[in-house]
């Protein structure tokens, strides 16, 4: 179960212990050092990765306005960024964070993001510690970076701020994180067509993030709903924590959903 959701670069902790005021600063081998900005966040990092958090904090400035012109409204309490300097940190803080203690994190998962931080493994080290990820590729790593703080804004807007409450709405919160970061580019888009067009494709919401077109099929869904009901209807959706929930503020059935959103893809706008 657990699984399900740790997928690349997020995750959303069934188990996550609700440290409300994280003290990473003390724990073994975190981040030590940190910084106030101007902008609602926190950051800590090690000196080592100065020059990280300083690329990094750019990008996050640019992703809150985009962030806030999306959903039209802004952040609504401060969080922190952590960006740990190796991937031993980062899996202790999973470790307590899920309240898991042999977790071992894979190599494609680097980020996470829910209500009250964001942590991400470095970008330094993704060459040799991390798999899937190309920090050279400035701008997959900049929408990267914003996808997680998509979750953090959507925690923020939540009842269940780290996500452990939700039921069933993995397709949307990663959705959600893949469109309105701009991950799902034409590329992307065109991947996920192509597929669907090719195969009968998930028939449950469930099923949509999963396999490797996970980020392109949970993202066009969230467009299709974008596109069809319009922003002011996603922006309703983040508030929600059960699929049924959603469903019901669609108006639609399941079933009517995915067939409409699979129709999507024949459309000459699609893409
Ligand atoms: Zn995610």
Redesign the pocket.
Known sequence: MFFKRVLL??VIPFLFGCQHNPKQKSDPGAPQKAITQSTPYLMHYDAVDELQAKQIAHWLDHGQKDINLFFDSGFKKKFEVFIFSERDSLDQQWQKDWNMPDFKSQCWMVAS?IAHRLDILSPRIWKTQACEHNSKDTLATKKLIV??LV?VFHGQHNPSPTFENVENIDWL??GL?VYASGQLDKERYQRAKNYMLAEEGPNSLADIWKGEHKYGLAGSMVKFIDDTYGRKTVVQLIGFTKVNAVLGALQISEEDLIMQWKQSFNSKNSG
């Open positions: 670069f997020l993001g996808h997680e979750h919160v990663e994180a």
